[in-house]
Each structure stands twice: as C-alpha cells, then as structure tokens.
C-alpha cells in the first residue's frame, strides 16, 4: 500500500533551521506530484509548498516564501522540506502528501495520500 512517512521534526528556537524528509513507498514516486501542508491547533490545514515530478517546478505559500524549499530526489523516493529563519507562527504539524497526478497543486483535494506528520515547534 502507499505509504508517507515524515521526520525531522523539532524543537527549535526562532531563526533557526530544520529540514524534513518524507519517505514514500508502494507507488511509482517518481509520476507524482507531491506536496507539504501543516496544521496548527486549532487551526485549518494550510498549503506550504508544492513540486511536479521531475522538480522542475515548485510553489509556495506566501507565508513562506524565501524561507522555505521544497525538493525531490526520485531516485531515494524522498521529498524534503528545508525551512530556515523559522518564526513562532511556523508551529504546525507538517504533512507530505502525494498528487493525484504529476503536477503542482496548492490545493489540498488534488493529493490522495497523506503522511502521519512530524511535530515542528518553534520557541524561545
């Protein structure tokens, strides 16, 4: 079965940096698309960034724009997010996600799999 699994949450002080790493497996990885979203308590689930197939394309929220990239390597079956000069207001549970199709999506409903995600906390 298609499997998603996030890691390299943390705990880190604001300005830092982490970078996370989705491991996928039970699909052909490198036909999809594949996205990062997060959730805050409380709040609702929120776009990131998003990566074609070949990575030839990418996209981001505004929110984090400049700060975050996203990246593929087809050959480990591994996406990744690198976040650096982390905020407060970065503090979500991050999810990757797999597309419906080869492309790039911000919206939620065009990914059909989904990770467990992996805990980013941002504090002083």
């Known amino acids: 079965q298609v499997q998603l699994v996030e890691s390299g949450g943390g705990l880190v002080q604001p300005g830092g940096s982490l970078r996370l790493s989705c491991a996928a497996s039970g699909f052909t990885f490198s036909r999809y698309g594949m996205g990062w979203f997060r959730q805050a308590p409380g709040k609702e689930c929120e776009f990131v960034a998003t990566i074609t197939w070949s990575g030839s394309t990418t996209d981001y929220a505004d929110s984090v724009k400049g700060r975050f990239t996203i990246s593929r390597d087809n050959a480990k079956n591994t996406v990744y997010l690198q976040m650096n000069n982390l905020k407060p207001e970065d503090t979500a549970v991050y999810y990757c996600?797999?597309?419906?199709?080869?492309?790039?999506?911000?919206?939620?409903?065009?990914?059909?799999?989904w990770g467990q995600g992996t805990q980013v906390t941002v504090s002083s």
């Open positions: 996600a797999a597309a419906y199709y080869s492309g790039w999506s911000r919206d939620s409903g065009m990914y059909c799999n």
